[in-house]
Every structure is written in C-alpha cells, then in structure tokens.
C-alpha cells in the first residue's frame, strides 16, 4: 500500500458483543454461519426478526485486511454498526452495557492490526452518563475518537441530557462520528429498505439541523464528521438559512446555520460524482474525509476511485483521500500509525 488512504467510516460487529447480546435475550444468532443475526428491535430499531446481514468482515480482521487492500485503503477508523445503538431504547443501563461490551470487543479486535485500524468508541445518546462512557472509550479503552447516532434512548441531539457529553467533546477536541441509527416517517418507510436509502440521511439532516439551531454548536464547538456525505444536510443549508433570517423562532444562533454547518466534516460516500463535485464545492476539501460504510452491501468498494470521479483537481483530491482526515483527527490522540 504506497497511498495513505484513511476510511473514517467503517463498522465491526465483534462476536464478544454479539455473544453478549444473545446472553440478554436481544440477539438471535442461531443464522451467524449465513451471515445472519436477529436483533431484538428494541436495541437495534429494525422490525423484530428482520435479518440482519452480517459479512464475514464485521468480526475478522483478517478478512478486514484484505478487503481493504483490495479497495486502497490503508488504515480505518471502525466503529460499532448502527443495529446496536439503541436510538430508541427504553432500557437505558442496557444501552449503557451494550455499550460497554461493545467498545471493550472493539478494541481487543482493533489490537490484532493496531497499525491500520484504530476504533471510534460508541457513546449511547440520551442518558446523562454518555459522558462516562465517552472518558473511559478516550482515557481507558484508547480510542482515537467516539461515534455517535442520530438520537439515543428516545431523546434528540439538542436534549439537555446531552449538555455535559458535548462540553466534554468540544473542551478536549475529540474527533466524533455521527452515524444515523433512526429514521423518520414510520410506516412510510417500510418498504425497499427505504430506511436506510433514504430514512438515514433525512434523519442525518434532523439531527444535525437540532444541533445548530438549538445553539449546542455555538456552546460548544465540536470536531464531527458526518456519513453518507452528510446525508440530506447539504441540500438543506439554504433552506436552514432562510428560516433562520425569516422564521424568529428559528433564528437561535447568532450565526445562520450555514456557519456551523461548513465548520463539520463530511465523508465521501455520497456515491455520485456530481454530489462530491458540488460537496466540496460548497465547504471545502479540507471538511470532505474518504468514508465507505464498509463492509455492508451499500459500501462505497472503490472510493479512490470515487473521489477521482468526481474530477476535483490534483490538490483537492490529495487533500480529500489523505489530508483532511489529518486535521479532523487533530493531535489529542496519537495514533500506532
């Protein structure tokens, strides 16, 4: 591997989390040589009994490794699959164990390949004790950042549960993660995974657009990295900032939200050259990061050459496939790399 290419986007599934999961009652594994695991919906947000697809990749590194040398990429940031954040969850202490059990199982799996792969710790949203979670994945377990959804335990990202979690993140810079893990519109949904295909990023938007106009930005200004391209945000930032200048009860920040939205990062996986021409476009290749989603079926296979599609120049491209990780990571947690 001759170029420096970090996924910050990427999921693992290890077997020491699922096997805890089982042992709860929330996980049916009795499919796992399929590649199949049943997770309790209450835990993972999808219908009870749905099968969950689960590649060979999600608990072995050796296979991870490969995969990633097929694909160019050098190193990955991992985190903890959507399916297993209890977006809205009403059993908060087992949020918190799964939580727990899955970040100490991330990091033993990272420990196999310390020198390509490095984990983003999972931290539950909606419970005052994510910020207890978040010391011991920075402090104890350490990760090289926290991931977190869309919303936990039922509770939005501008809740004030949050307010000690996201002090915690902003006064230490700690590169974080947003992955949406619910979706919006309920029963509309339901049909042609549209969940994922189009709930997740509507519910990236939602999440995101809570944070800028409930002022937590302005408070406490963080290091997050968005997937899927940000989802539905880029599309919104104009339409954020007309409410913001029209609508009084949307004008909560003393910037327009286009401020604070060119301030996060944004992965790649936007799967379309024209959306990651017009996303660096509009907030630079220094906030645009390589991400996958790998190893699902929606995984971006080749996202060298997808940023190379997108026709942005040699600089911008350098910038996008290795330079931007750099500053978003920023120098708090070193990495074996």
């Given at each position: 591997?001759?170029?420096?290419?970090?996924?910050?986007?990427?999921?693992?599934?290890?077997?020491?989390?699922?096997?805890?999961?089982?042992?709860?009652?929330?996980?049916?594994?009795?499919?796992?040589?399929?590649?199949?695991?049943?997770?309790?919906?209450?835990?993972?947000?999808?219908?009870?009994?749905?099968?969950?697809?689960?590649?060979?990749?999600?608990?072995?590194?050796?296979?991870?490794?490969?995969?990633?040398?097929?694909?160019?990429?050098?190193?990955?940031?991992?985190?903890?699959?959507?399916?297993?954040?209890?977006?809205?969850?009403?059993?908060?202490?087992?949020?918190?164990?799964?939580?727990?059990?899955?970040?100490?199982?991330?990091?033993?799996?990272?420990?196999?390949?310390?020198?390509?792969?490095?984990?983003?710790?999972?931290?539950?949203?909606?419970?005052?004790?994510?910020?207890d979670?978040?010391?011991?994945?920075?402090?104890?377990?350490?990760?090289?950042?926290?991931?977190?959804?869309?919303?936990?335990?039922?509770?939005?990202?501008?809740?004030?549960?949050?307010?000690?979690?996201?002090?915690?993140?902003?006064?230490?810079?700690?590169?974080?993660?947003?992955?949406?893990?619910?979706?919006?519109?309920?029963?509309?949904?339901?049909?042609?995974?549209?969940?994922?295909l189009?709930?997740?990023?509507?519910?990236?938007?939602?999440?995101?657009?809570?944070?800028?106009?409930?002022?937590?930005?302005?408070?406490?200004?963080?290091?997050?990295?968005?997937?899927?391209?940000?989802g539905?945000?880029?599309?919104?930032?104009?339409?954020?900032?007309l409410?913001?200048?029209?609508?009084?009860v949307?004008?909560?920040?003393?910037?327009?939200p286009?401020?604070?939205?060119?301030?996060?990062?944004?992965?790649?996986?936007?799967?379309?050259?024209?959306?990651?021409?017009?996303?660096?476009?509009?907030?630079?290749?220094?906030?645009?990061?390589?991400?996958?989603?790998?190893?699902?079926?929606?995984?971006?296979?080749?996202?060298?050459?997808?940023?190379?599609?997108?026709?942005?120049?040699?600089?911008?491209?350098?910038?996008?496939?290795?330079?931007?990780?750099?500053?978003?990571?920023?120098?708090?947690?070193p990495?074996?790399?």
């Open positions: 591997m001759n170029q420096r290419v970090v996924d910050v986007h990427a999921h693992a599934l290890p077997l020491g989390l699922l096997d805890f999961l089982a042992d709860e009652g929330v996980a049916d594994l009795s499919a796992l040589d399929d590649g199949i695991v049943r997770i309790a919906s209450s835990v993972s947000g999808v219908a009870d009994g749905a099968p969950i697809p689960l590649p060979r990749a999600q608990f072995d590194v050796i296979q991870r490794l490969t995969d990633m040398d097929a694909m160019g990429v050098s190193h990955q940031l991992v985190s903890l699959p959507p399916f297993v954040t209890s977006a809205d969850a009403d059993d908060e202490d087992l949020a918190l164990r799964i939580a727990d059990h899955g970040n100490h199982a991330l990091a033993e799996l990272i420990a196999h390949a310390p020198t390509r792969l490095a984990a983003l710790g999972l931290v539950p949203l909606g419970t005052a004790r994510a910020v979670v978040a010391r011991r994945c920075l402090d104890e377990l350490g990760c090289a950042g926290v991931a977190i959804g869309s919303r936990g335990l039922g509770r939005e990202t501008d809740d004030t549960v949050h307010e000690d979690l996201w002090a915690l993140l902003s006064e230490r810079q700690v590169p974080v993660f947003l992955h949406p893990n619910s979706v919006p519109g309920g029963a509309r949904l339901h049909d042609y995974w549209l969940p994922q189009a709930g997740f990023p509507m519910d990236t938007a939602v999440a995101v657009s809570r944070l800028v106009l409930g002022g937590v930005l302005e408070r406490h200004p963080m290091r997050i990295a968005l997937a899927h391209g940000g539905c945000v880029p599309s919104l930032t104009g339409r954020l900032d409410g913001w200048t029209r609508k009084a949307a004008r909560t920040t003393p910037h327009p286009s401020t604070y939205l060119r301030r996060l990062y944004y992965d790649s996986a936007t799967f379309s050259p024209a959306l990651l021409r017009a996303l660096v476009a509009d907030v630079g290749a220094d906030h645009v990061v390589v991400g996958t989603d790998y190893p699902f079926d929606l995984a971006d296979l080749d996202p060298v050459a997808g940023v190379l599609a997108a026709g942005l120049g040699p600089q911008a491209t350098a910038t996008v496939l290795a330079g931007t990780v750099t500053d978003w990571l920023g120098t708090a947690y990495l074996a790399w």
